[in-house]
Nanobody
């Protein structure tokens, strides 16, 4: 059983930056595909960024939603069992609860296919 704990959320002005962290325990972190999703009030949870497990043939490859491409960077440190989401040039529309998710095999960005979820961290961007 993998446990994921997000941190790093908060209130920031538009144009600012935040770095989210996702600390994992209880499993072999390097073998999981790691994703960030977000959910704004009244909206469905949506994919933001993902990074493939190192053991995969495309290990380390990253994927981004169009809305964040070029502004944000997902990374992972397998030695620390932690993934990160560096968010630059934040916009008010980025306001949401951000969730870290892990998937064991078969890379996917579909919410229902994730195996483990964190509790979420709130990001609020003021205009």
């Amino acid at each position: 059983q993998v446990q994921l704990i997000e941190s790093g959320g908060g209130l920031v002005q538009a144009g600012g930056s935040l770095r989210l962290s996702c600390a994992a325990s209880g499993g072999t972190f390097s073998s999981y595909h790691i994703h960030w999703f977000r959910q704004a009030p009244g909206k469905e949870r949506e994919f933001v960024a993902g990074i493939v497990a190192r053991i995969s043939w495309s290990g380390g490859r990253t994927y981004y939603a169009d809305s964040v491409k070029g502004r944000w960077t997902i990374s992972r440190d397998n030695a620390k069992n932690t993934a990160y989401l560096q968010m630059n040039s934040l916009k008010p529309e980025d306001t949401a609860v951000y969730y870290c998710a892990a998937k064991r095999s078969g890379y996917s960005t579909i919410v229902s296919r994730m195996d483990y979820w964190g509790q979420g961290t709130q990001v609020t961007v003021s205009s």
